[in-house]
């Protein structure tokens, strides 16, 4: 079947180290995309990919930092930099075909800095 | 301002009941999406709407375009009904996604 894989599903970082966040997608969706989610809030974008070796900032893209050199994984790296890097981070992907207008969600990281 | 609004915030329900939940939005759009996130995080997309009305199962969404509004109605609701409900519209170009608050529904038995 295909999907969005996301992992881990939990996972737990020191203070001051960088962390990559997986996102795989065998939808041959061209567009993805990563966004984080705090308590209470909606979904706030972070980056978003259009297509392969492109990538564009979204509304939070300080401290993050993404890739997209195959179309199938977009991982997202959470800097040092990020002040505030405790969140649930969820990957989504769609097609921009608008005769069939996907729109698919990873199941979510859940990530913890101590 | 949000682009999209949806109300109520939250919603508590008896089994069996109908409930409507309610999205406006200010901006133009190619499509609407009703969003589905369960307590262990996943989000599942239910429906995607450009016009008129879909039903799948005891689950209806509606539009008005002109009026910029959608409604996600759930008929003879059950306790695993209960999740938060996420709208969500896509710009005209199809690059960009807004996003609801949520509307957080709880189902008792």
């Known amino acids: 079947d295909g999907g969005i894989t996301q992992s881990p599903k939990y996972l737990f970082r020191k203070e001051g180290q960088n962390v990559t966040l997986s996102c795989e997608q065998n939808?041959?969706?061209?567009?993805m995309y990563w966004y984080r989610q705090d308590p209470g809030q909606g979904l706030r974008l972070i980056y978003y990919?259009?297509?392969?070796?492109?990538?564009q900032k979204g509304d939070i893209a300080e401290g993050y930092s993404v890739s997209r050199e195959k179309k199938e994984s977009f991982p997202l790296t959470v800097t040092s930099a990020q002040k505030n890097p405790t969140a649930f981070y969820l990957c989504a992907s769609s097609s921009r075909d608008r005769a069939n207008y996907g729109y698919t969600f990873g199941s979510g990281t859940r990530l913890t800095v101590v | 301002k949000n682009e999209v609004e949806q109300s109520p915030q939250n919603l508590t329900a008896q089994e069996g009941e109908f409930i409507t939940i309610n999205c406006s939005y200010s901006v133009g759009i190619s499509a609407l999406h009703w969003l589905q996130q369960h307590p262990g995080g996943g989000i599942v997309s239910l429906f995607m709407?450009?016009?008129g009305k879909k039903k799948h199962g005891r689950l209806i969404a509606t539009i008005n375009i002109q009026e910029k509004h959608s409604s996600l109605h759930i008929t003879a609701s059950h306790p695993r009904d209960s999740a938060v409900y996420i709208c969500a519209v896509r710009s005209p170009t199809g690059n960009q996604f807004y996003f609801g608050t949520g509307t957080s529904l709880t189902v008792i038995p």
């Open positions: 709407l450009s016009s």
């Open positions: 990919s259009q297509i392969v070796n492109d990538f």
């Open positions: 939808l041959n969706h061209d567009a």
